[in-house]
């Protein structure tokens, strides 16, 4: 990489026999940047602390906007690297990436199409532990998202793992145009603090907070229909309002989110008519007109620019 191409290697003249090792950087950086742009929307599904159900959020999520009309558009990219669970989330165990002799790399297709990529799907078993530090961890969420080719996609939906450490910091810095995030919380007290860094965590990176969702909301009998406030309720609207940002709605407990879950089904198919699933499309339609108000304001700003 010499001086004369200001660090383009696209108009260097000595780009096919330049050794300098800034030059491959370089290429895997314009790898992101064409992956990237073929993906419509990105959105991050981020949680203070573990056990809140994130990554079932993640997945109903990602096939209820697949069933509203995006069938084959729908991506999801589970950073958990040392505790993937969406592809057993979506009936996905034992699959593998599929690699050409090209060298081009291939998402997992789940239901409705959905294109999955995840550690799991390395992993020779369930046994085999990730022991990895951060620049590995780093270095193998880079090569997801550019090394991957993901294909033309309307959304695709980040599975982070709990808290503000590196992979969501790598994620934000590789995806430098995220258009935002969901904060999934539960109703208790103890989840309601950590919320408040996962909100400031997205604010210093300048990263737009598309809202918060209070899973485990109450319990709803599947039977009778009566509701018991198991883990209190309303904690994730109450933290909406202290901290002036969206609250996209509450889920409550349903037992069959679990069964399906275990089964490699999401909830949200077979049982459309349950409040649980109702909530899941309200949140679906705030997201969705966050998404096209962002769009518009984007374009907004263009032109007058």
Not at 150 to 159: C, E, N, P
Not at 199 to 206: G, I, S
């Amino acid at each position: 990489m010499s001086s004369e191409c200001g660090g383009k290697c696209d108009s260097c003249s000595k780009a096919s026999t330049c050794s300098d090792p800034r030059k491959e950087e370089w290429e895997d950086e314009q790898r992101l940047k064409q992956n990237l742009s073929k993906i419509k929307h990105k959105i991050a599904i981020i949680s203070g602390k573990g056990g809140v159900g994130k990554s079932t959020v993640t997945v109903n999520l990602a096939m209820a906007f697949a069933m509203q009309g995006h069938v084959d558009r729908v991506g999801i990219l589970d950073v958990d690297i040392h505790g993937p669970s969406i592809p057993k989330m979506l009936g996905l165990k034992g699959e593998r990436l599929q690699a050409l002799p090209a060298g081009l790399v291939f998402p997992v297709v789940g239901p409705l199409g959905i294109r999955v990529v995840s550690m799991d799907f390395l992993l020779p078993s369930d046994e085999v532990p990730v022991i990895w530090r951060g620049p590995m961890k780093m270095r193998a969420i880079k090569q997801f998202l550019s090394d991957i080719t993901w294909g033309d996609l309307d959304y695709l939906f980040i599975d982070l793992p709990p808290g503000t450490g590196d992979e969501p910091l790598s994620v934000v810095q590789f995806m430098q145009n995220i258009d935002g995030v969901v904060i999934v919380t539960i109703p208790s007290e103890v989840s309601q603090v950590v919320v408040k860094k996962a909100v400031t965590f997205a604010r210093e990176l300048k990263v737009p907070v598309i809202g918060i969702v209070e899973n485990m909301s109450g319990f709803v009998c599947p039977n009778c229909g009566s509701e018991v406030d198991i883990f209190k309720v309303g904690g994730g609207q109450r933290i909406s309002e202290e901290l002036g940002v969206p609250f996209l709605g509450k889920i409550p407990i349903d037992p069959r989110i679990c069964e399906d879950s275990d089964k490699g089904v999401p909830f949200i198919v077979g049982h459309a008519d349950s409040p649980a699933a109702r909530a899941f499309m309200e949140i679906v339609e705030k997201i969705d007109r966050f998404l096209n108000s962002s769009s518009k304001d984007t374009s907004s700003n263009q032109e007058s620019n």
